[in-house]
C-alpha cells in the first residue's frame, strides 16, 4: 500500500478520507448509502451498460463502492478499490469481497472492458 503522506496535513492518505470527509466534502448531500446516491449509481450503471455492455468492469477510486453494488445488481462483475480503509469497511457486506483498500496507483491485475 502506498504510504505516502500528504503534506498539507501531515496524514495518511488512508486517514483523511474517514466519516468527516464523506459526511461533508462530496457535494450537498452526505456521501452515504441513501437514496439519492444509490438512485445516481444506478442510472449510472443502467447508462454504461446500455452503452457500452461491459462483461467486466474495475472503479478506480471506488468509495463506498456504491457503482460496483450498481453493476453487480445488473449482472456485471465488478471490482474496486479505494484508499480509504473508512469507505471500504462501508460497502454493502456481501459485496465486500470485491473491493479492496489499496492504491490506484499499484497494477491492477485482470482485464477489465471499462475502468471507471
Known amino acids: 500500500m502506498n504510504r505516502h ?3 498539507r496535513e501531515g496524514h495518511l492518505p488512508t486517514e483523511i478520507y474517514g466519516p468527516e470527509y464523506y459526511a461533508s466534502h462530496c457535494g450537498p ?5 441513501s437514496a439519492y446516491w444509490l438512485a ?7 447508462e454504461l451498460v446500455r452503452s457500452l455492455r461491459p462483461k ?3 472503479d478506480a477510486g471506488c468509495a463506498l463502492g456504491l457503482l460496483v453494488e ?3 445488481d445488473r449482472g456485471v462483475e465488478a ?3 479505494d ?11 456481501d459485496l465486500r469481497q470485491y473491493c479492496q483498500v489499496g492504491s490506484i496507483a499499484d497494477p491492477v ?3 477489465y472492458d471499462l475502468v471507471t
Open 70 to 72: 450498481a453493476f453487480w
Open 109 to 111: 491485475p485482470g482485464k
Open 5 to 7: 503522506i500528504d503534506p
Open 79 to 81: 471490482y474496486g478499490r
Open 83 to 93: 484508499i480509504s480503509r473508512f469507505a471500504i469497511g462501508n460497502v454493502r457486506s
Open 29 to 33: 448531500f452526505p456521501y452515504e448509502r
Open 40 to 46: 445516481f449509481f444506478a442510472k449510472t450503471a443502467e
Open 56 to 58: 467486466r468492469v474495475f
